[in-house]
């Protein structure tokens, strides 16, 4: 019997096939990243820790020139940084790391012209050849692509509009929630179709519908307005690559979404955030539909636990879902400076313990 490649194998978890080993995932912080090249004299701790991916990128171009002509009702802080959406980002303290306050440029608009005409970004399939290259090098590599399309539907909106007002524009069935919804799904349609026709093998989308004591918009709301356009960008990329697997991202509790998002075709729930989400529970009601990424909370285990705490809480996920899979292990959020690296370490020891990788 033929060893499966690192891609296969990630596949054959997600997808709840067996495996040969636990697939592993972690996110670093800048300075946990220094710390690695410090001890190993290189940055590639993907390898390090034997991640079965890589993640690729679509190229986009703003759609303003000067960002801060969106911005008609705020003067903004001087040190204002702004992304390829046109959202403005200003630090109150360099102690926040990648903490930031937003700015929000249709935020107390009543213009749907306004709306209408706001430069989202310009997506060119012919200037993203590079995305298409990245795909097939890593494939020959045995390695899974995985693109970054978090921030997908709900985010997106009121990040452009403001929380505060994009919910009362959902509570009041104002037009202004259709206009700039569908707005936004046009603009995460282009990308998902780019991202599958380039052949990624899975599509990462997500919007933090969970607070820690419970959901953070309506699942009412959600269902009207949300649930039925991200089902639309998840139909347009399986139009193209049937096969590709859904990643969705919620931190909080995302529990009362779990149903809605199988019905749009979502095949991996991220993160399962233990502060607030019983893995054990969730796996016995949705172990046979979802598979699960993450798991291993980074407010409490990760920073404050001992190495064995982990081993425990990583054997018990491992053993939980057993043979079959459905778990890719790690973290639940980026792994800030506190966590030692031990404790990183300790994922990976016992997911080996259980599940020895194959040498190469």
């Not at 994009?166 to 707005?183: C, G, H, N, R, Y």
């Not at 993160?271 to 046979?288: L, R």
């Amino acid at each position: 019997m033929s060893r499966l490649t690192p891609r296969e194998n990630l596949i054959r978890a997600a997808h709840r096939q067996g495996f040969d080993w636990v697939p592993i995932d972690l996110l670093l912080c800048d300075s946990q990243i220094q710390q690695f090249i410090n001890r190993f004299g290189h940055a590639d701790y993907f390898n390090w820790f034997g991640v079965d991916f890589r993640w690729v990128e679509l190229k986009e171009k703003p759609g303003f020139t000067n960002p801060k002509d969106l911005y008609p009702r705020e003067i903004l802080p001087n040190s204002t940084e702004f992304d390829v959406l046109g959202l403005g980002h200003s630090k109150g303290s360099e102690a926040a790391y990648h903490m930031t306050r937003m700015h929000h440029p249709l935020a107390k608009t009543d213009s749907i012209e306004e709306i209408i005409k706001y430069p989202l970004p310009i997506i060119n399939r012919d200037e993203n050849q590079e995305l298409f290259d990245q795909v097939g090098t890593l494939h020959q590599q045995g390695l899974a692509a995985m693109c970054m399309m978090q921030m997908t539907i709900w985010e997106t909106s009121w990040f452009l509009r403001s929380m505060e007002d994009l919910i009362m524009d959902m509570l009041t069935e104002d037009e202004k929630a259709t206009v700039l919804l569908d707005k936004v799904l046009d603009y995460q349609i282009s990308r998902a179709t780019i991202h599958a026709s380039a052949g990624v093998d899975i599509l990462s989308l997500g919007d933090d519908v969970g607070m820690q004591t419970g959901p953070l918009i309506s699942p009412d709301l959600w269902k009207t307005w949300i649930k039925p356009r991200l089902k639309k960008v998840i139909d347009a990329a399986r139009n193209i690559k049937p096969d590709i697997l859904i990643f969705y991202h919620s931190c909080g509790d995302a529990t009362q979404f779990i149903d809605g998002l199988i019905d749009c075709g979502v095949d991996i729930l991220n993160p399962v955030q233990p502060e607030c989400m019983d893995f054990n529970a969730i796996h016995e009601t949705y172990g046979n539909q979802l598979s699960f990424w993450g798991t291993l909370g980074t407010q409490q285990l990760l920073p404050f636990g001992t190495p064995e705490e982990v081993r425990e809480a990583a054997r018990d996920r491992i053993q939980t879902c057993g043979q079959k899979g459905g778990l890719i292990l790690g973290p639940t959020h980026l792994v800030e400076p506190e966590v030692p690296f031990e404790n990183l370490v300790a994922i990976k020891e016992a997911a080996l313990e259980l599940y020895p990788r194959p040498r190469s």
